[in-house]
């Protein structure tokens, strides 16, 4: 053993539904002392992401389900304390997929090595590798460019807008010259969206809470029509969509959130039969399959945020033992931007 003592949050049941804090446990465990080919890592932020809902059913996908009685894993963000890896160094500060704890022993197996990488904090606050640098950023970015194949000055709607994913494909396509319509949760989210991601308009969904109005407002703010509609929610916002689609639109199927609590099937959107006359493409992507962009991602992200043309809000809670809640927040809106959890001090050593 090392001597340290980390608290890690574990799954207790399967959610049926939407999930509660009883779902999980904390528990303090000794962490084993690192051998040949191994390092530990204090870790500083870990990240709450709407597709840890799927992991928690037992089901087969594209990643495999959370064991109950096991700790949850995820992306997190920290400092090396002790190192048997030649290539991590105490001090290094690394991502890695072993979130959901305070202090992680990264293995020295291939999947271990695959899901680890260096971080460099001098370029951003090294949260940020968690959220618009990281895999939300990269999703925005092959989902909005390769999925939706964007061209200059088309219109796109985005959901979820103000989300750790939806911001930054507004100001992706905002940096391309195109028309942006945002929709989220409240008005202070539409007024930053505005003021900061520069975004042209807004919809405050909550106060179109019908496929109608959602619908007719999508109608008032573009009223030429969507080249591309990048989902992150699904129900009224896919139907409003798929009825604002102009010819040889592109529907970018990121996320539908408001399904991934449901206990009963949600119906398909009426107004499929649209993509015939139109021409429209659906298409679905898991960003896993698009790491091959990361370098085109990092470049660009790294132009546009020198020429002050990406921006980000994050929410922070503080304590491993918030995370459940952090993660419940995401199904409510209580997220404004990238929602993330400090479970340890930026600098460890
Ligand atoms: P966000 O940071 O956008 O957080 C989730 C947001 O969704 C909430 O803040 C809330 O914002 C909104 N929301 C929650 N419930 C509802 C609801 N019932 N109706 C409408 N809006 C709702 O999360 P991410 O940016 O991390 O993820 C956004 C989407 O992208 C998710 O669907 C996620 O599953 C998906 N995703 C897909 C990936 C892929 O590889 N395909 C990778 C990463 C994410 P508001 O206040 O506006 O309601």
Redesign the pocket.
């Known amino acids: 053993m090392s001597n340290l003592k980390s608290k890690e949050i574990r799954l207790k049941s399967r959610p049926d539904g939407m999930p509660s804090k009883a779902n999980f446990d904390l528990v303090e465990v000794p962490v084993p002392a690192p051998k040949a080919g191994e390092f530990i890592v204090r870790n500083a932020y870990m990240s709450v992401?709407?597709?840890m809902r799927g992991r928690m059913v037992d089901r087969e996908s594209y990643v495999p389900p959370f064991q109950i009685g096991e700790a949850l894993t995820g992306g997190a963000v920290g400092q090396v304390i002790e190192s048997q890896n030649p290539s991590y160094k105490v001090g290094d500060y690394v991502q890695h997929m072993l979130g959901w704890r305070e202090i992680a022993l990264i293995g020295s197996d291939p999947m271990s090595a695959m899901a680890t990488m260096k971080v460099d904090p001098s370029i951003a606050p090294i949260q940020s590798y968690l959220g618009a640098l990281g895999?939300?950023g990269l999703?925005a970015y092959a989902?909005l460019l390769r999925i939706g194949a964007l061209k200059e000055g088309e219109t796109v709607f985005v959901?979820?807008?103000?989300?750790?994913?939806?911001a930054i494909v507004c100001q992706i396509a905002k940096n391309k010259g195109c028309f942006v319509v945002g929709?989220?949760?409240?008005d202070d989210?539409c007024q930053w969206l505005k003021d900061k991601a520069r975004v042209d308009a807004t919809i405050n969904?909550?106060k179109f809470a019908t496929e109608e109005a959602l619908t007719a407002e999508l109608k008032r703010l573009a009223p030429k029509g969507i080249d591309v509609y990048f989902e992150?929610?699904?129900?009224i916002?896919l139907t409003a969509a798929l009825s604002n689609m102009r010819a040889k639109g592109r529907v970018v199927?990121?996320?539908?959130?408001?399904q991934?609590n449901n206990t009963a099937p949600a119906p398909g959107p009426w107004n499929i039969i649209m993509t015939i006359p139109l021409g429209l493409r659906i298409e679905?992507?898991?960003?896993?399959n698009h790491f091959d962009l990361m370098g085109d991602f990092l470049r660009d992200m790294g132009q546009w945020i020198k020429a002050g043309k990406m921006t980000w809000h994050e929410t922070i809670v503080d304590g491993i033992e918030t995370a459940p809640e952090a993660f419940l927040?995401?199904?409510?809106?209580?997220?404004?931007?990238?929602?993330l959890v400090r479970v340890g001090p930026d600098k460890a050593v």
């Open positions: 992401d709407p597709y895999m939300p999703t989902g959901s979820a807008a103000s989300g750790a994913v939806g929709s989220a949760g409240s989210k969904y909550k992150n929610v699904g129900g916002h199927m990121c996320g539908m959130i408001e991934y679905g992507f898991v960003v896993s927040g995401l199904f409510k809106g209580a997220n404004f931007g990238k929602m």
